[in-house]
């Protein structure tokens, strides 16, 4: 920012709770933080300080422009600034990385026999998380082995009590499935959906999974203890050894539980991080009644920031402990930190949240500071594991990258290839996947999977289907199809929007010119949306209309979408007919039951659409190539995809039967048609292109198994 610009808006600053936002000179949020009192936050930026840590240093070279946001309270700033990160992620903010992965362990309270489920993210539906987790497969064996334990179901039946006691009834509500179903053969679950349990005996089995997850493992074990013991004193030793098996299975589960442990049965939880090359390597020990019952770890991103540099990172864990415990189903009494917070604004958020008190510390002796520096191992060491599984490249692989870069004359070896398949069953069902490989490594996270759109249940048409999720895949990095601009309405465009609304409904200009956004093809007004402001940066869809002759070339979706950037919004709303429910539900907004009042709409069906949700970290990720299933008709047709967003990714096929490498404008043979590349079998280009098709493939059919 230039020094009299800087003097203006520093002037102008409010001593008052708020947030800001730092941007870039184009304009670019790259960080948002909050403050007590915004003039002296803002302005500590801008003094001489050798100190400043390296992430701020480089911070404020890149900042332009300043913006700032005021509220009435330091607990109302913390919960606006989370929110902001989580939708604008910005550059120098902390940042969890695959965030979109965690899961939660749900049981569902309000069902008359509840069941016990993993999920991606809570709701406010009555029932019970657990959570965030960042191992998901950890999770299902978990629950796997609490299954064979505690006998509750895994369907989705819809199940009603009738009737108390022994004399009550079950019915069935939802028939999913036949029932009952294999689990009650096999002895996994009590049946409730024939009966064959009372109510009351699986509320007593849920509880003990609650418990469970609780960290109460010691009445669990005691019960179990006392039932065997009864049971040999009756003789029934098959029973009593059934009993013990669980009891050892149980231990299974919690031995590891006794490392770290509090004296005081309390409820904990213990971060600690590690730094290293811009990412914060984050340890968390869950005790609960005293007892280690979860170990977690995150990475996040911490620009500016190195290995050695823990001490001056408050900063990073607090912006964490934000993003986490916004995620975060439960918060304890106590969180103890390897570092110093401000932690009186974060004490009563999280007070406010979880409807008690919470308090953080930083213990420097005893018991406590034990605990935190067994985390600071952990996290010294989750640090070092993450770093050897994803930052050495595997045997061969640069090799690899290097002499495809020389075959396909790519200006660099690809660092991040991105395999496109379809899969069908005799034409039902058909399904694609996109699976991506960095440094010659499957990056599994990145992997996404596509319902087909465009094509009917029993057709089949692989070339349309690779057009369709290609052109659904790269919408995400294109600025729109080509030879069309979109920009915010001048007065100049008025003129083009009255033929549209004519050629629409023959009805004149409605609104305001700087309500529209519209797109244009040759200067020509072809398309329209507008957009009228509600509160807090929410806005309604009061018109959107595209001229038939620029329809199916993704016109709509791209001007919606840089209408919506433009804005800046946090939510939009809409009230729209049955006739066009199922094009605004092909852009994401979901139903909702009423309409904010500010925008006074009390008839039709109501929708609303969340920038937010239709964040994908794997989508906005650029690729350096593209490969694609098939031979010559399946390259065509992904290559019509990429004209339409006017992008030049390298993109090319592999054909099973030859292994012929397929290049879209290679130059054409004596028999007119364009030759294929043929890699030799022992060429390690090759092996990376076979292992990349192979892949996507696993993961198509696989999709396609459990679709059907």
């Not at 695959?98 to 406010?124: M, Q």
């Not at 082995?145 to 108390?164: A, H, M, T, V, Y």
């Not at 005799?426 to 996404?448: C, L, Q, W």
Request: aromatic residues 10%; positive net charge.
């Amino acid at each position: 920012m230039e020094k009299s610009r800087i003097n203006s808006v520093l002037k102008n600053l409010p001593h008052s709770p708020g947030i800001y936002k730092m941007k870039d000179k184009d304009g670019n949020i790259i960080y948002v933080g909050k403050a007590k009192d915004l003039s002296k936050r803002v302005r500590s930026y801008f003094r001489a300080d050798p100190a400043r840590s390296v992430r701020t240093q480089k911070l404020m070279e890149n900042v332009a422009d300043l913006e700032w946001t005021e509220v009435s309270s330091e607990i109302e700033a913390l919960f606006l600034e989370t929110n902001l990160i989580k939708e604008i992620r910005p550059k120098y903010n902390v940042l969890m990385k695959d965030d979109k992965n965690f899961v939660y362990i749900k049981i569902t309270k309000n069902e008359d026999f509840p069941r016990v489920e993993i999920v991606r993210k809570v709701e406010k539906d009555g029932a019970r998380y657990f959570g965030p987790k960042t191992a998901a497969h950890n999770v299902k064996k978990t629950l796997m082995l609490l299954q064979k334990l505690f006998l509750f179901r895994s369907c989705d039946l819809g199940l009603k009590q009738i009737g108390e006691g022994a004399n009550g009834k079950v019915s069935v509500t939802r028939k999913t499935i036949a029932f009952p179903c294999l689990d009650y053969h096999i002895k996994r679950c009590m049946a409730p959906c024939i009966s064959a349990v009372s109510r009351e005996e699986y509320l007593a089995a849920i509880s003990k999974v609650e418990q469970f997850f609780e960290g109460k493992t010691t009445e669990i074990e005691k019960d179990l203890q006392v039932q065997m013991a009864e049971a040999a004193g009756r003789k029934e030793f098959e029973k009593a050894a059934s009993l013990r098996d669980k009891l050892l299975a149980l231990k299974s589960l919690t031995d590891y539980g006794q490392v770290v442990t509090s004296p005081d049965h309390r409820d904990a939880d213990i971060f600690a991080l590690a730094l290293s090359s811009g990412k914060a390597y984050i340890n968390l020990f869950i005790l609960r009644d005293g007892k280690l019952v979860s170990q977690e770890n995150f990475v996040a991103e911490a620009a500016g920031f190195e290995a050695g540099m823990e001490e001056s990172a408050g900063a990073v864990l607090e912006e964490f402990l934000e993003l986490y415990y916004e995620k975060a189903a439960e918060h304890p009494k106590e969180i103890l930190l390897s570092l110093e917070v401000a932690s009186d604004e974060l004490e009563g958020w999280l007070s406010l949240a979880s409807g008690h008190k919470v308090k953080i510390l930083t213990p420097q002796k005893g018991k406590k500071h034990k605990l935190v520096e067994l985390a600071e191992k952990n996290a010294i060491s989750f640090m070092k594991q993450h770093k050897a599984k994803w930052e050495i490249r595997a045997p061969g692989t640069e090799e690899e990258s290097a002499e495809l870069a020389r075959v396909l004359g790519l200006p660099k070896p690809p660092k991040r290839i991105e395999g496109y398949d379809i899969s069908h069953f005799s034409g039902e069902d058909t399904v694609a996947s996109m699976v991506v490989f960095e440094n010659g490594i499957p990056k599994k996270d990145h992997y996404r999977k596509f319902h087909l759109k465009t094509i009917a249940r029993y057709e089949i048409d692989d070339f349309k289907s690779m057009e369709e999720i290609l052109r659904r895949r790269l919408k995400y990095l294109g600025h729109g199809p080509k030879d069309f601009t979109f920009r915010k309405a001048a007065k100049t465009h008025k003129g083009g929007i009255e033929k549209l609304w004519k050629e629409w409904d023959d009805s004149g200009f409605h609104g305001k010119a700087d309500e529209y956004f519209v797109a244009l093809k040759a200067k020509k007004v072809v398309g329209m949306v507008r957009f009228l402001p509600g509160q807090n940066k929410t806005y309604l869809l009061r018109s959107f209309y595209v001229t038939p002759k620029c329809r199916g070339k993704g016109i709509s979706r791209s001007l919606f979408l840089y209408g919506i950037e433009k804005l800046k919004a946090r939510r939009i709303y809409l009230s729209c007919s049955e006739k066009m429910k199922e094009f605004y539900e092909g852009f994401g907004f979901e139903s909702i039951k009423e309409m904010p009042k500010n925008f006074e709409i009390s008839e039709g069906k109501f929708y609303a659409y969340d920038p937010a949700k239709h964040h994908d970290s794997s989508f906005e990720e650029k690729p350096d190539l593209i490969l694609i299933d098939g031979g010559k008709g399946q390259l065509s047709s992904a290559q019509k995809a990429m004209s339409a967003f006017d992008l030049k990714i390298p993109m090319i096929s592999l054909a099973k039967r030859e292994e012929e490498v397929f290049v879209p404008h290679r130059e054409r043979g004596a028999s007119g048609h364009s030759s294929p590349i043929i890699l030799p079998k022992g060429s390690p280009a090759l092996h990376l292109l076979q292992r990349l098709r192979d892949e996507a493939h696993r993961f198509a059919v696989e999709f396609q198994r459990k679709v059907r």
